[in-house]
């Protein structure tokens, strides 16, 4: 399972203790959601251009690049036209081969 990443150290001391309490049946689901909210860092927002910088720059056709990420061609070609964003998984994703290439996630 993926490390959660946390907007800060106080964050996640904070969603830490929010946790115990839910485990512990003391605060509620809906509670815990806006922990979560309020604590963990939301995925990256890609533009269609960033996409396809990213995708250019470890040097991959859409076809390819799908493959990766385990999805359609047809999926990478909507996010590099602005008709679709990538959803959280997906936004992460990226965000790795952004920053540490494909070799990480092949």
């Not at 830490?16 to 963990?40: Q, W």
């Not at 040097?59 to 999926?75: D, E």
Request: charged share 30%.
């Amino acid at each position: 399972m993926p490390k959660t990443r946390y907007k800060s150290a106080a964050s996640e001391a904070i969603h830490s203790a929010a946790s115990d309490l839910y485990d512990a049946k003391v605060i509620s689901k809906k509670t815990m959601r806006e922990y979560d909210e309020l604590c963990i860092e939301k995925a990256p927002d890609f533009d269609a251009k960033a996409i396809a910088r990213i995708r250019k720059d470890v040097k991959v056709s859409q076809a390819v690049f799908a493959h990766y990420l385990n999805t359609s061609p047809s999926t990478v070609q909507q996010w590099e036209r602005g008709d679709k964003k990538p959803s959280g998984m997906a936004a992460r994703l990226l965000q790795i081969v952004k920053k540490h290439g494909l070799a990480v996630i092949a």
